[in-house]
């Protein structure tokens, strides 16, 4: 449990709805056809009932408007979704061990996670059920969520998310975006990422929920899917995606219907990439900042501009070894290992992770800027720069790069890296490859990263 609500905005504790607004509204095109409020709320009670008396859930739907129903569901139940950094069989079940009493539920005739004892999978019916009721209101404190940091520092860290926190950031993220779209119209979302990923939760399960606004049943991943997707929507569209999704619809030159609007997150948004995506489908791409121990806590226009916009009530404080997060949803500070610089009292930059930072012969330079300058070599469709492990020379640990250059070779990135990079943190090694090892939010393991280039040995 997290503090009382103090937000005079929301109702007191025990009381917030579960879904808000006209019971006509649109929530969701899911199967091709409108879905209301009232008819999604018969799902979520239906589906409540078939769910075990207790437990934590791992919500394993594909279908958005299915885990959107599931999602509730349980938290009706008074339960708990987990939300696992990944949905690898291996993360799924490391995650449900430090939760033994948890469950799966999803679609699939077996466990999507592998074996698991009986008893601990719901398969939901092809047909949902539907049950008549109240209006469904859940507690505030009531912890619905639990996600889980991607572990790429040490193990996966839970995060508690009570139903006060999500109807606060919420909130944030509608005064965020809202000027997107006219005033007293209804956005209408597709997104890219999936609904277990804090990002894709935020954006897709709780906006359709608390924000009024109705989204598209689909994770679409192809550029020809998404303008189909889109397509499908009636009114005022906006993309919910990421870097790597955005920078492969660009490339593919397709036709999108006309957009409100472009949102970003999970990845730094070059801003040649933003510009581009502005140009090309004429609309703003916005990029949000945030994280799973925070939710989002900025914004701003990348194509435009390097400051990001804190959200109301936000603010950080500076650390050598990161920053302390203070914001509405959050039950105390939070602290971050990016380094910020502040701008008065609602915008900074970002200056990296103190692990990015690369010091060699008294020279300082960051991962993030060396990966930023492979990007912008002509011919790179992907790539990353690392530091390795292990130590070279002078007990330096040496870089290495990792890209997607069909046209290139070793020797032409390396030439037009030498023009803009310092000879010292030229990458020693350079591997390409025909894709690099993204997870479906578009991140890169580190673990993965590595097994690539050791191949290369």
Known sequence: MSAVIDDPTLPAAGGLP??????????????????????????????????????????LCEDRYRFLVVFCAVALRGQTTLMPPSRTPATIQQVRQRYPHSYCIGDDSVCGCGPVPAGHYVQLPGVLPSSEGPAPLIDGDAVVAIGFTSGSTGEPAANAKTWGSFARSSAQNMAALDDLWPAATQPQLVATVPPQHMYGMEMSVLLPLLGGVAVHAGRPFFPADIAAALRELPGERVLVTTPVHLRSLVASGAELPPLRGIVSATAPMPPELAAQAEALFNTEVRELFGSTETCIIARRRTAREQVWTLLPGVSLQPRPDGTVVHAPQLPGPVVLADLVELHGTDRFSLRGRRADLLEVAGKRASLGELTRQLLAIPGVEDGVVVQLDEEGAGGVRRIAAVAVAPTLGERAILDALRRVVDPVFLPRRLRLVPALPRNETGKLPRSALLQLLAAAD
């Open 18 to 59: 579960l879904a808000s607004g006209d019971p006509a509204r649109l929530l969701a095109l899911a199967g091709g056809r409108p879905v209301r409020l009232h008819e999604f709320l018969g799902h979520v009670r239906g589906v409540a009932a078939l769910l075990p008396e207790a437990g934590h859930a791992v919500n």
